[in-house]
């Protein structure tokens, strides 16, 4: 799983918002609190009220809010709306696959990744990440020996 600059800095911008979901802020608050570039978190911000994450409003004391509550959203919902799937083979998704018997094997790793993908990133709200603390078994896995080791090709 690849994660854009765009799908970060979304993911920032949301929960700039949801830490005070039901006021509106501005893009220049947002975009400056989140070292975020200007021009760029406009479309971004554009495109999540179109995905009806945010809801905006123009004029004085206008800006950018959340739709929902916080604990409402989850990672992957943002993830899916900006990006689609969460994994994806070729364009494909896993169970749409046909490696014939013989890597059958292979087409069950993408399964389970994804299965992976699912258990952290859908039970992790925007809720969660505003306060700082994660669901127990997926903070764990932070806890994990290499966990925090980049691992590149051999």
């Known amino acids: 799983m690849r994660i854009s600059a765009k799908t970060d800095y979304a993911l920032r911008a949301l929960a700039h918002l949801a830490a005070d979901w039901q006021v509106p802020h501005s893009s220049e608050s947002i975009a400056a609190d989140q070292h ?4 760029y978190l406009e479309a971004i911000l554009s495109e999540l009220n179109r995905t009806r994450f945010v ?5 004085h004391g206008g800006g950018h809010r959340l739709r929902v509550a916080p604990d409402r959203i989850a990672v ?3 993830v899916r709306a900006l990006n689609g799937p969460l994994l994806t083979v070729r364009g494909e998704c896993p169970e749409d696959l046909d490696y014939g018997d013989r890597l059958e094997a292979l087409q069950s790793v993408w399964v389970a990744a994804r299965v992976s993908l699912r258990r952290v990133l859908e039970r992790t709200t925007l809720a969660d990440l505003v306060a700082g603390r994660l669901p127990d078994d997926i903070a764990e896995l932070t806890r994990e020996p290499g966990a925090w080791e980049s691992r590149s090709a051999i």
């Open 36 to 39: 975020i570039p200007a021009k």
């Open 55 to 59: 809801v905006s409003q123009r004029g």
């Open 76 to 78: 992957a919902d943002i």
